[in-house]
């Protein structure tokens, strides 16, 4: 079994900051891609930003320059440091890991996901 919890999203003015957390725990052998994904109210779920094993990271066209993400494999930990935030940036933050596990004695690539944390940008 393995579980993503979620953690810093909530209310901020426009042009703040808000950093989230997402640490994966349970049966995992290792942690390939982590990432975080949005949706808004009426919208589908879009990428925000990705980041690989080895470090290589890929960032929604709305977010370039403004998010950062970064992880901590130690601690199978994925951060996402919001800077500059704006209103369109209000949504449900998903966390997603594609997590090498093993599930009845057979070892396998299962793709989990958060809970969600909101995060709502007032204008």
């Known amino acids: 079994q393995v579980q993503l919890v979620e953690s810093g999203g909530g209310l901020v003015q426009a042009g703040g900051s808000l950093r989230l957390s997402c640490a994966a725990s349970?049966?995992?052998?290792?942690?390939?891609?982590m990432g975080w994904y949005r949706q808004a109210p009426g919208k589908q779920r879009e990428l925000v930003a990705g980041?690989?094993?080895?470090?290589?990271?890929n960032y929604g066209d709305s977010v370039k320059g403004r998010f950062t993400i970064s992880r901590d494999n130690a601690k199978n930990t994925v951060y996402l440091q919001m800077n500059s935030l704006k209103p369109e940036d209000t949504a449900v933050y998903y966390c997603?890991?594609?997590?090498?596990?093993?599930?009845?004695?057979?070892?396998?690539?299962?793709?989990?996901w958060g809970q969600g944390t909101q995060v709502t940008v007032s204008s």
């Open positions: 349970g049966s995992i052998r290792s942690i390939n891609a």
């Open positions: 997603n890991a594609e997590i090498t596990t093993t599930q009845r004695g057979v070892v396998g690539l299962v793709a989990y």
């Open positions: 980041i690989f094993s080895g470090g290589s990271t």
